[in-house]
């Protein structure tokens, strides 16, 4: 699902489509050859999500494909306009909705925003993603699987060369960031890539991988010294997407039509009342104290840098039994994820991810809960500063929005479902998936997680703030000019964040314009659940409203509440 990647490489996927549409193909017909198109030109998002035969293939990123795209996409936006809904079940006219919405978000990237113009991230993220993405499940034998990674590693030479052919002008920032990637990147392929591939026997594929491998990382140190004697002198271009591209991509994307300034006076409402809420439980903390000073203290019961993986670990089993002891969520069937380390590639902006196999993927099942761990490099300060953030209760509201009952669980309810349609498979919203995972961090809490400790309420109330912090702070800076220096004093002094988390979360938010939807999804699930609460009146449980809200998959909330209420209402 796009919402599940990092937020870098999910602007540059390309859409070529080659199957021709018929000349009245069915709903399900046209649903079908739409995604065989895209995985045939997206063939690592193929690989991701379980369809393993495009995995000696990588994208084309030239602009004849972003052409060839364009033309494609109004072709298949055009046939599924002309599907009368009135023809088809409810479900299949939320779907065709759904497909129009989700065809037009790639064209607002295509001829708007490009993204693929400006982040030369996107290109050496997208390469390493991509052979990553055969070694981190064992869905074939190693033999099988390092033929691939020859395979796709041969095209990384052409990739590179065109990704310097269609960016232009970058702002500063991507191309630092870029910068910032690359030994990442280029650690991946010198020393995680060959560790895969230790059992492997057949000394002449080993051979011919070792010499592709050192060819691919050769390309990519050409491509770090072109970033910073070339790309970075020119890079002049401004992050901000402006504000009708903005209003376009959320309506485009998460089908919310609500007009940036009241979604201003939202978001600042909710980030006041989160505010008070911070310092009450602070107060009942240690009420002689100040509410920073309170947090302060907090902080400094954090784990090891060696101990973090282990003890996100350890709280896993204890967060799911209490989901079924409290009858929040029925818990599907499925294995544990397991706490890992952030790829090396992907730590500039990201602190912890959910990496699931994908809804198609029948033979490596492992989930993989990532943790960025502070860069051994950084000063002593700047490590036990960035180990504040992962204090005991912070990390256990980390866990609940990553795994239960958050992405994972999710996750798990998709892969269940055996009538889920392809495009609620396929597709989903941020506002859904990132909102449900942020709503999680609240409602376990109401519902006696710890039995009402305080510190664990005041951990939940500085995630809270730091999502209604990207809620402005997005906003402001792709439409009213907030400056990275502005936004980072914000999460600071508005977000209670420590300064390396206001940095990082800035830095993600030039690129990332619509991380809002953590705190505008959770607000739209907080009054579908009121008004079907409502609705039910003595009839309504908890448990059958998380059920009925997850198994809809993870389309724009406005999708599930017509599911829910029987009709459209407003979503806040």
């Known amino acids: 699902m796009k919402y599940r990647y990092f937020w870098i490489f999910a602007a540059l996927v390309v859409l070529t489509m080659t199957t021709s549409i018929e000349a009245k193909p069915s709903f399900h017909q046209l649903v079908d050859a739409y995604f065989d198109d895209y995985f045939k030109a997206n063939p690592s998002q193929a690989t991701v999500t379980g369809f393993h035969q495009y995995d000696n293939q990588l994208e084309d990123f030239s602009l004849a494909a972003h052409q060839r795209n364009r033309r494609r996409l109004l072709q298949y936006?055009?046939?599924?306009q002309a599907i009368n809904p009135q023809t088809l079940s409810q479900l299949d006219r939320d779907d065709r909705e759904i497909m129009i919405a989700t065809i037009r978000s790639a064209l607002l990237e295509e001829d708007r925003v490009q993204m693929w113009r400006k982040n030369p991230d996107s290109y050496s993220g997208?390469?390493?993603s991509s052979i990553f993405s055969l070694i981190k499940r064992n869905f074939a034998p190693p033999d099988e699987r390092l033929r691939s990674v020859i395979a796709r590693e041969k095209q990384i030479p052409r990739a590179l060369m065109q990704a310097r052919a269609v960016l232009r002008n970058?702002?500063?920032i991507y191309t630092d960031i870029a910068i910032e990637q690359m030994p990442g990147n280029i650690d991946f392929f010198q020393d995680t890539l060959p560790a895969a591939f230790t059992d492997v026997k057949d000394t002449n594929l080993v051979t011919e991988f070792i010499r592709v491998n050192e060819a691919a990382m050769a390309e990519l140190k050409n491509y770090q010294d072109w970033l910073r004697k070339d790309l970075l002198l020119r890079s002049h271009g401004t992050f901000a997407i402006g504000a009708e591209n903005y209003r376009l991509k959320l309506l485009h994307d998460e089908m919310v039509d609500t007009p940036l300034p009241r979604l201003l006076e939202i978001g600042y409402a909710q980030l006041h009342k989160d505010q008070q809420a911070f310092a009450d439980t602070a107060r009942r903390i240690d009420p002689n104290k100040?509410?920073?000073d309170v947090l302060k203290e907090l902080e400094k019961d954090h784990p090891t840098a060696d101990k973090l993986l282990s003890s996100a670990q350890q709280q896993l089993n204890g967060l799911r039994q209490f989901l079924i002891d409290k009858k929040i969520i029925t818990v599907p069937g499925g294995d544990q994820a397991k706490v890992v380390e952030t790829p090396s590639f992907a730590r500039a902006t990201t602190f912890a991810s959910m990496d699931t196999p994908g809804p198609y993927e029948t033979k490596a099942t492992e989930a993989y809960y990532n943790i960025t761990l502070p860069d051994p490099s950084w000063p002593k300060e700047k490590q036990e500063e960035y180990l504040e953030g992962y204090n005991f209760p912070l990390l256990s509201n980390v866990s609940v929005h990553e795994v239960w009952p958050g992405h994972y669980t999710q996750f798990l309810w998709v892969k269940n479902s055996s009538d889920l349609s392809k495009v609620r498979k396929l597709t989903g919203a941020g506002s859904n998936a990132e909102g449900w995972a942020h709503y999680s961090e609240q409602m376990v809490l109401d519902e006696g997680l710890y039995?009402?400790?305080?510190?664990y309420r005041l951990a939940q109330l500085v995630d809270a703030l730091l999502r209604d912090s990207r809620y402005i702070v997005g906003i402001r800076m792709h439409t009213q000019g907030m400056t990275m220096a502005e936004a980072r004093e914000f999460f600071v002094k508005e977000g209670h964040q420590v300064p390396v988390v206001g940095e990082m979360e800035t830095k993600?938010?030039?690129?990332?314009?619509?991380y809002l939807m953590y705190t505008l999804g959770k607000l739209e699930i907080m009054k579908l659940r009121d008004d079907y609460k409502r609705k039910m009146g003595a009839q309504f449980?908890?448990?059958?409203?998380?059920d009925r809200?997850?198994?809809?998959?993870?389309?724009?909330v406005k999708i599930v509440r017509r599911e829910l209420m029987g009709q459209d209402g407003p979503l806040l």
């Open 290 to 292: 100040k509410p920073e």
């Open 508 to 514: 993600r938010g030039t690129g990332d314009p619509t």
């Open 77 to 80: 936006l055009a046939a599924f």
């Open 549 to 556: 809200f997850i198994k809809a998959g993870s389309p724009p």
């Open 451 to 455: 039995n009402n400790d305080p510190r």
């Open 126 to 128: 997208a390469v390493t």
């Open 541 to 546: 449980s908890l448990q059958d409203f998380h």
């Open 170 to 172: 970058p702002p500063k």
